[in-house]
């Protein structure tokens, strides 16, 4: 595939050309230029993605995004690691918005296939479902995961439209290969009752954002396994995060922000992240541009750190746990790496003619050693038998 006539080059590379020192973000990007763009991406593993669409915006300064954050991005330190970043610029739009769409869509399928991981900078939410649908090609199970103060599923008032709401298109969609979906951090007082039956009606996961906050590290097993991440900006507090098209004075705090894209970034599965909704008219003294920055950066520093660790891969590195659960005939497997002292769990399916193996927590081993089936586990397997 020929990605060169997808991409405009950033016009401003230039002022980072020679600045390359030891120890800078700069030593892991190479840039497309207009004097030279990137042809061959076998030595990169990941890929950054500028975002100016702005027909599916009411906000003026959207298409201006991408580039505000690379010039905060290039100036911070290196994430560690020797992984390798290929800026490739911004996304040309096509002559419409479904174009634009269908554009990314394979440009993502691509890099996926490729192994590259995709970095999204800006736009809306609604490219996240270009992306969804690049996971089509892959034919692999994929886990969608928001976080975002809302489900966007019903309407709370006449303007918004919840059909045209990314998650909406994909749950809607859904395809061959829709295995799960996670609202991570929703605000009670933006979701309806409605749209948390819904939830629980298709054994989906919906996290509130004060059961998040008051253990984040419990979000480490669900972006571990995940595959599309969509990190809404205004999932942050409006002291932290102004700039958000849909500022609330609630949210998560720019450090737990900060926390849950390096759980993101460590996660082996995670194959695509995308950071949208921001909103640089409404930002004040490019707070939100800064910190989004900073967002993408602990992404890549939990992607400088990754393991490739899978039970079932090298079980010599893990410990086997086996629980029997008296009177309810059933035996829980899990998995403590000897490395990283991570978890997960087997759960059974006659779907797949296998057991599934999912991330799981400390507590959840507790859980069943105190003869309590963990609710992680009950709900994947109402999903697939």
Same mark, same amino acid.
């Given at each position: 595939?020929?990605?060169?006539?997808?991409?405009?080059?950033?016009?401003?590379?230039?002022?980072?050309?020679?600045?390359?020192?030891?120890?800078?973000?700069?030593?892991?990007?190479?840039?497309?230029?207009?004097?030279?763009?990137?042809?061959?991406?076998?030595?990169?593993?990941?890929?950054?993605?500028?975002?100016?669409?702005?027909?599916?915006?009411?906000?003026?300064?959207?298409?201006?995004?991408?580039?505000?954050?690379?010039?905060?991005?290039?100036?911070?330190?290196?994430?560690?690691?020797?992984?390798?970043?290929?800026? &490739?610029?911004?996304?040309?739009?096509?002559? %419409?918005?479904?174009?634009?769409?269908?554009?990314?869509?394979?440009?993502?399928?691509?890099?996926?296939?490729?192994?590259?991981?995709?970095?999204?900078?800006?736009?809306? =939410?609604?490219?996240?479902?270009?992306?969804?649908?690049?996971?089509?090609?892959?034919?692999?199970?994929?886990?969608?995961?928001?976080?975002?103060?809302?489900?966007?599923?019903? =309407?709370?008032?006449?303007?918004?439209?919840?059909?045209?709401?990314?998650?909406?298109?994909?749950?809607?969609?859904?395809?061959?290969?829709?295995?799960?979906? %996670?609202?991570?951090?929703?605000?009670?007082?933006?979701?309806?009752?409605?749209? &948390?039956?819904?939830?629980?009606?298709?054994?989906?996961?919906?996290?509130?954002?004060? %059961?998040?906050?008051?253990?984040?590290?419990? =979000?480490?097993?669900?972006?571990?396994?995940?595959?599309?991440?969509?990190?809404?900006?205004?999932?942050?507090?409006?002291?932290?995060?102004?700039?958000?098209?849909?500022?609330?004075?609630?949210?998560?705090?720019?450090?737990?922000?900060?926390?849950?894209?390096?759980?993101?970034?460590?996660?082996?599965?995670?194959?695509?992240?995308? &950071?949208?909704?921001?909103?640089?008219?409404?930002?004040?003294?490019?707070?939100?541009?800064?910190?989004?920055? +900073?967002?993408?950066?602990?992404?890549?520093?939990?992607?400088?750190?990754?393991?490739?660790?899978?039970?079932?891969?090298?079980?010599?590195?893990?410990?086997?746990?086996?629980?029997?659960?008296?009177?309810?005939?059933?035996?829980?497997?899990?998995?403590?790496?000897?490395?990283?002292?991570?978890?997960?769990? +087997?759960?059974?399916? %006659?779907?797949?003619?296998?057991?599934?193996?999912?991330?799981?927590?400390?507590?959840?081993?507790?859980?069943? =050693?105190?003869? +309590?089936?963990?609710?992680?586990?009950?709900?994947?397997?109402?999903?697939?038998?």
């Amino acid at each position: 595939m020929e990605l060169q006539g997808y991409f405009e080059p950033t016009t401003f590379s230039g002022i980072f050309r020679g600045k390359e020192k030891s120890g800078s973000f700069l030593e892991h990007i190479q840039f497309s230029t207009t004097e030279k763009q990137i042809e061959d991406l076998s030595g990169y593993d990941a890929v950054i993605i500028g975002i100016t669409e702005n027909r599916n915006s009411r906000h003026k300064g959207v298409e201006n995004i991408p580039d505000l954050i690379r010039k905060k991005l290039y100036t911070l330190s290196s994430p560690g690691g020797k992984k390798k970043i290929a800026d &490739l610029g911004n996304f040309l739009n096509g002559k %419409t918005l479904d174009d634009t769409f269908i554009g990314l869509r394979d440009v993502i399928a691509f890099l996926l296939k490729e192994n590259k991981i995709p970095v999204i900078l800006g736009g809306s =939410s609604q490219n996240a479902y270009a992306a969804y649908l690049a996971y089509e090609f892959t034919k692999k199970n994929v886990s969608v995961t928001a976080i975002s103060p809302r489900i966007d599923l019903v =309407s709370l008032h006449e303007e918004f439209k919840p059909e045209e709401t990314c998650i909406n298109k994909i749950l809607n969609f859904k395809g061959d290969h829709f295995f799960n979906y %996670t609202s991570l951090g929703y605000q009670s007082c933006m979701v309806t009752r409605q749209e &948390l039956d819904l939830i629980e009606k298709m054994n989906f996961d919906a996290y509130r954002l004060g %059961t998040v906050r008051n253990n984040l590290r419990d =979000s480490e097993p669900v972006l571990r396994d995940t595959d599309l991440l969509i990190f809404d900006i205004s999932s942050l507090k409006q002291a932290d995060a102004p700039g958000s098209n849909y500022p609330s004075p609630n949210g998560f705090y720019s450090e737990e922000a900060c926390q849950l894209s390096r759980y993101a970034g460590i996660s082996d599965k995670l194959s695509c992240f995308g &950071l949208f909704e921001i909103n640089p008219g409404f930002d004040f003294q490019d707070q939100t541009i800064g910190l989004s920055a +900073e967002i993408i950066w602990y992404f890549f520093e939990g992607f400088s750190q990754r393991r490739k660790e899978y039970p079932l891969n090298n079980p010599k590195k893990f410990t086997k746990y086996i629980v029997t659960l008296e009177g309810k005939g059933e035996d829980l497997v899990f998995y403590k790496s000897q490395e990283t002292s991570r978890w997960w769990i +087997e759960v059974p399916s %006659t779907k797949y003619n296998s057991s599934v193996l999912i991330a799981c927590t400390y507590e959840d081993y507790q859980k069943a =050693s105190g003869q +309590e089936l963990p609710d992680r586990w009950w709900r994947t397997y109402q999903k697939i038998n």
